[in-house]
């Protein structure tokens, strides 16, 4: 089995809130989770990065903690909901077994280097017939100029670790039987051409980080130089996109 590392995304926290949706995101999509946790009140979020899920679930009266592996992150995370974050891969959770009603997990599995031990620590701090809510990184967007410019770059650095057959087989595997299969509220926001460029000639994306200079020439300055070249270098185009929701439950 290849075990890959873990994505930090300690140098993330500066620019993370502005490029991820910012607590519009969070708010969104808590609202889509709270119905999934059915009578849950104590609340565990794996790779709560700078906490706009967790405060979002916290303001609708869940008893949320969170981890993360990043510091950075986690320093945000802390303005927001104070010291009920702490620094932890979730493959090996500082939580007691069997203490926790629900886990959620927002756009996390795509980098956790070993999902299974994330998904097996999931069960182990879930009580029985606890929920797991997994929301994939994989998303659909719609058409839009900005879209269209760079959905060749992100089908091609595709991140399918997160696609949810793979998700759901690998929970099936951890304990968890699937309960329902929802979507985010399409989450909108506007950004112009130019920003979107300069995002990601800064490498602000995940999938850039690391990247080789071979596939950036052949895969991201394409998308860049196609970016540059639309009309309106200024003017906000809407972009759209809708995350699958996979919701689980543990086995007795
Ligand atoms: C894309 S962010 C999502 C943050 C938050 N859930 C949200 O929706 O805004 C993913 C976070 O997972 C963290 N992370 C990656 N691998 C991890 C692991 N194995 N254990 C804990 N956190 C991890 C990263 O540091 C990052 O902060």
């Not at 995370?77 to 069997?98: K, M, N, S, Y």
């Not at 130019?194 to 950036?216: G, P, Q, Y």
């Not at 020439?217 to 860049?224: E, H, K, N």
Request: net charge negative; hydrophobic share 45%.
């Amino acid at each position: 089995v290849s075990q890959t590392k873990s994505v930090s995304f300690e140098r993330a926290a500066e620019f993370y809130d502005r490029t991820r949706g910012g607590l519009v995101r969070g708010r969104g999509f808590a609202a889509r989770i709270a119905p999934e946790l059915g009578d849950a009140s104590r609340v565990l979020e794996i790779g709560v990065g700078t906490g706009l899920v967790a405060l979002s679930l916290s303001e609708l009266g869940f008893d949320v903690v969170g981890v993360d592996l990043a510091a950075s992150m986690l320093a945000k995370a802390r303005e927001r909901v104070g010291a009920r974050v702490a620094q932890a891969d979730a493959a090996h959770l500082p939580i007691r077994t069997a203490s926790r009603d629900a886990v959620v997990a927002v756009w996390l599995l795509h980098l956790a280097g070993d999902r299974e031990g994330v998904l097996a620590e999931a069960a182990r701090v879930l009580r029985n017939r606890g929920r797991l809510v997994v929301i994939c990184a994989d998303a659909d967007y719609e058409m839009d100029e900005i879209s269209n410019a760079i959905g060749d770059m992100r089908i091609q650095l595709g991140r399918t670790r997160d696609l949810p057959p793979e998700v759901i087989r690998l929970a099936g595997d951890a304990g968890f039987a699937l309960v329902n299969t929802t979507h985010t509220e399409h989450w909108k926001h506007e950004v112009t051409p130019e920003e979107t460029a300069a995002t990601l000639e800064r490498r602000e994306m995940s999938t850039l980080w690391d990247l080789d200079d071979e596939t950036w020439t052949r895969v991201v300055q394409p998308a860049i130089d196609r970016l540059r070249a639309l009309p309106d270098q200024h003017r906000g185009r809407l972009t759209v996109a809708s995350h699958t929701i996979l919701v689980f439950e543990k086995a007795q």
